[in-house]
């Protein structure tokens, strides 16, 4: 699986795949995976306390 994006949000890390997916990664490890957008995961911004990503579907979403 490709990763196109990453962002920090409070412990985690998070990864944008190819297939559209979020991977939620804590101490080095998978914890999460959600299907975010039916297109890649372009870009995300992070802050402490949200996550904002942006899919190749054209949807720029607001995580919290």
């Known amino acids: ?35 975010a957008h039916s297109g890649p995961v372009y870009a995300m911004h992070s802050s402490e306390d949200h996550l904002i990503s942006a899919g190749g579907d054209g949807l720029i979403i607001y995580w919290d």
């Open 1 to 35: 699986c490709a990763i196109l994006s990453i962002g920090f949000l409070a412990s985690s890390i998070i990864t944008g795949t190819f297939k559209g997916e979020l991977y939620v990664w804590k101490s080095c490890a998978l914890s999460n995976k959600i299907k």
